[in-house]
């Protein structure tokens, strides 16, 4: 079985920074793509940030050059780390990343969310 854990989320104020973590562990044989989405409440969830197997990252209009998103394999981690923050960020934040098991089972897992709230 695999999970997925997320951490770092908070209250912070404006202009400040957090940092996302997402732990996966279980019976992971390898990782791939990994992303993070978020969700405000009464909204849809929109994509923040990925990171493709193939290299690369990807980030969303609304916080690019504020937000990186970066993987390691060794450690089972995609990080988001947020810099300048707004009150427009507040939403719980998910992370996703497609794994393969040891059964040879490829699949998409989502983390339970993390709520991050910017306000003064």
């Known amino acids: 079985q695999v999970q997925l854990v997320e951490s770092g989320g908070g209250l912070v104020q404006p202009g400040g920074s957090l940092r996302l973590s997402c732990t996966a562990s279980g019976s992971i044989s390898s990782m791939y793509a990994g992303a993070w989405y978020r969700q405000a409440s009464g909204t849809q969830r929109e994509l923040v940030a990925s990171?493709?197997?193939?290299?690369?990252?990807n980030y969303a209009d609304s916080v690019k050059g504020r937000f990186t998103i970066s993987r390691d394999n060794t450690k089972k981690t995609v990080d988001l780390q947020m810099n300048s923050l707004k009150v427009e960020d507040t939403a719980v934040y998910l992370c996703?990343?497609?794994?393969?098991?040891?059964?040879?089972?490829?699949?998409?897992?989502w983390g339970q969310g993390t709520q991050v709230t910017v306000s003064s």
């Open positions: 990171v493709p197997s193939t290299g690369g990252t």
């Open positions: 996703k990343v497609t794994i393969r098991d040891l059964r040879g089972v490829l699949a998409a897992y």
